[in-house]
C-alpha cells in the first residue's frame, strides 16, 4: 500500500478535519440554490454562484459564457469558465455539471429537496438530502472545498487547474458541446482532466441519445386537430392517444426489454474473454437482492447474477422515460380527447453503436409500420467515450486509492455501464483536446435523480465521509503533481 508523505498534505489533512463543518456548510447553501436545466429555475443565479466560487479560490480568469443556440434548436444554458494559473508543471481541467433534474415525486421526499438537511440514514452516520446532493454538487463541493483547503496551507495548488461547469448535463450538454467545439482553444496546454466521482475508477462515458415522440390529430389526420375535445366524441372519431400507445408497442418486445427496431444491435462490439471472466468472477458474489433493495426496484430483469452485470455492464436501451398529453390533472375526473401525445427516450449505447444511427433505424422502422405521421424530435445526442487506464491521472487515483484502502480493480460500480454513465466526455477524450480522463474520490452517496437524493456527509465502514473525499481528492493533486512518492510507514486515512 503506497502512504502519504508529503508534509504539506498531511498539514491539509488537519485543515480539512478542522473546517469540516464550514465546508458541509458550504454544500447546503449550493443545493439551497435550485438549478434545473429542464425548467431554466435559477440556471442564471447558479451560473453566477458557481463562478463565484473559483473567484473565490483566486482564479485569475473567470467568466459566464452565453452559448447562444444550439444545433438541436435550443438554447444553451450558461458555462462558468476559470483558469488558475499555479505556476506549476502540469494543468488539469476540472469538469463540473451545476444543473440538476426537476422534483418529480415532492410528496417522496423526506425532507424539502432544497434545504440540504442532515439526517441520520443507517448505516451512515449522517447524510444530506438535497436535489444534486450526489448527482452532482456533493462530489463536487467536495472538490473545491479541497482545493481552498491546498490554498489555504500552502498558498498554491500543485497544478494548474481549467474549470468548465455545464448548466445541461440533464439536456444532453446541449450547450457545453456548442462552447467545446467553439473554444477548443480554451483549453490549450492542458495534460489531463479530473472529474468528480465516488469509490470506484471511472473515465468513460457510454453513448445515449434522447428523442421526443409525438403523435397528433393534425399530423395523422385522423382525431381532433386543433385542440383536446371532450371524450364522449371517443365513439365516432379516432385517438391520437391510442394510435400513440400502439405506435410504442411496435418499438419494443412485450415486455419492453428487447429493442424490435431492424438493425438497433448492430455494431455492438461483445466483450472479450477476459471481460466475460471478470463478469463470471463479479457475478459469484453479486447480492441479487441487496443491489435490488440499493436501487429501489423489486427485482431485476433476470434472476440471473451473470446476467444482471452483463446487462448492467454492456447492455443496451429503448427507455420509456415520461408521456404526456390529455387530462394531466391528478385526481378527479375529466373526459378528454386529446389531440396530441407525446414520450420522451433515452437510448443507452456501446461501442460501436452510432446514437444519429439508431435515430435514422427509429425514423425508418416507423415509417415501414405505417407511422410516417409520428413527429421524432432529436433532443441531443451524446457519443461514448473510452478510459485510458495507462496514464499520468488514472495512476493518481489508483495509487490514491492504495492509500485510502479502497479497492479499485473494477473500474465502476457493478451496476453501472462497463463505461460509465452518459457525459460529456467524447469531447475531451478525441480531436481536438484529446487528453486522458479519469474520476474518482472517496466518498459516496445516492439516489440521483429520484426522491430523497443525498450525500454522505460522515460514513461508516468501507465508505467515507466528505472529509475524506475531500483529503481523497487533495492528493490525487499532489500525486498527478509528482509530489506524493511511497513512503515506508503511515496509515490509511479514517473513513469520515
Given amino acids: 500500500m503506497s502512504q502519504i508523505h508529503n508534509e504539506d498534505l498531511k498539514k491539509v489533512y488537519k485543515y480539512i478535519d478542522d473546517h469540516i463543518d464550514d465546508h458541509v456548510v458550504n454544500l447546503q447553501k449550493w443545493i439551497q440554490q435550485p438549478s434545473i436545466s429542464n425548467t431554466g429555475e435559477g440556471i442564471q443565479e447558479s451560473a453566477e454562484m458557481v463562478k463565484g466560487f473559483w473567484d473565490q479560490l483566486g482564479c485569475q480568469q473567470t467568466q459566464v459564457y452565453d452559448v447562444g443556440t444550439t444545433e438541436w434548436g435550443a438554447q444553451g444554458n450558461p458555462v462558468v469558465y476559470a483558469k488558475c494559473d499555479e505556476g506549476a508543471k ?15 415525486q415532492p410528496d417522496l421526499w423526506k425532507a424539502p429537496p432544497f434545504e440540504g438537511r442532515i439526517v441520520e440514514q443507517p448505516p451512515y452516520k449522517k447524510v444530506m438530502i438535497g436535489r444534486g446532493a450526489v448527482n452532482s454538487k456533493g462530489p463536487e463541493m467536495a472538490q473545491w472545498n479541497a482545493f481552498m483547503a491546498i490554498k489555504a496551507v500552502t498558498g498554491k495548488l500543485p497544478v494548474n487547474l481549467i474549470v468548465v461547469a455545464e448548466g445541461d448535463e440533464e439536456r444532453m450538454d446541449i ?20 472529474r468528480f466521482g465516488g469509490q470506484g475508477i471511472s473515465g468513460g462515458s457510454e453513448g445515449c441519445v434522447y428523442f421526443e415522440l409525438t403523435t397528433s390529430g393534425k399530423l395523422w389526420g385522423r382525431g381532433p386537430t386543433y385542440s383536446n375535445i371532450h371524450g364522449a366524441h371517443k365513439r365516432e372519431v379516432d385517438s391520437p392517444a391510442w394510435r400513440h400507445i400502439q ?28 471481460e466475460e471472466a471478470k463478469l463470471k468472477a463479479m457475478g459469484a458474489k453479486f447480492n441479487l ?28 436501451s429503448f427507455n420509456l422515460d415520461g408521456i404526456w398529453g390529455g387530462n394531466m390533472f391528478p385526481g378527479g375526473s375529466g373526459a378528454i380527447l386529446p389531440n396530441e401525445i407525446t414520450s420522451k427516450h433515452n437510448l443507452r449505447y456501446v461501442p460501436n453503436m452510432n446514437g444519429m444511427d439508431l435515430v435514422a ?37 489508483e495509487h490514491t486509492f492504495d ?27 478525441g480531436d481536438p483536446i484529446n487528453i486522458p480522463i479519469a474520476a474518482g474520490a472517496a466518498g459516496s452517496g445516492g439516489g440521483a435523480h429520484a426522491a430523497n437524493e443525498y450525500y454522505v456527509i460522515e460514513g461508516a465502514g468501507k465508505t467515507y465521509g466528505m472529509a475524506g473525499s475531500e483529503k481523497s481528492i487533495a492528493t490525487v493533486l499532489y500525486d498527478f503533481a509528482g509530489l506524493n512518492g511511497p513512503q515506508t510507514s503511515g496509515t490509511t486515512p479514517d473513513a469520515q
Fill in 289 to 316: 437482492e441487496q443491489a435490488a433493495k440499493n436501487l429501489g426496484v423489486a427485482r431485476f430483469i433476470s434472476d440471473d447474477p451473470d446476467k444482471v452485470i452483463h446487462m448492467a455492464r454492456y447492455g443496451t
Fill in 90 to 104: 502540469k494543468t488539469l481541467v476540472i469538469y463540473w455539471m451545476y444543473d440538476t433534474m426537476p422534483i418529480s
Fill in 403 to 429: 492509500a485510502f484502502g479502497i479497492k479499485y480493480q473494477q473500474p465502476i460500480e457493478d451496476q453501472a455501464s462497463i463505461l460509465g454513465g452518459y457525459w460529456p466526455a467524447y469531447l475531451f477524450a
Fill in 361 to 397: 433505424k427509429t425514423r425508418k422502422f416507423l415509417d415501414s409500420e405505417g407511422y410516417s405521421d409520428v413527429k421524432l424530435h432529436v433532443v441531443g445526442d451524446v457519443p461514448w467515450a473510452k478510459m485510458r487506464y495507462d496514464t499520468d491521472i488514472a495512476h493518481a487515483v
Fill in 247 to 274: 405506435m410504442l408497442s411496435t418499438l419494443v418486445s412485450k415486455d419492453g426489454n428487447h429493442v424490435e427496431v431492424p438493425g438497433f444491435y448492430d455494431n455492438i462490439v461483445p466483450p472479450t474473454k477476459e
Fill in 175 to 194: 450547450g457545453y458541446r456548442q462552447f467545446v467545439k467553439t473554444h477548443p482553444d480554451l483549453f490549450k496546454g492542458a495534460d489531463a482532466m479530473y
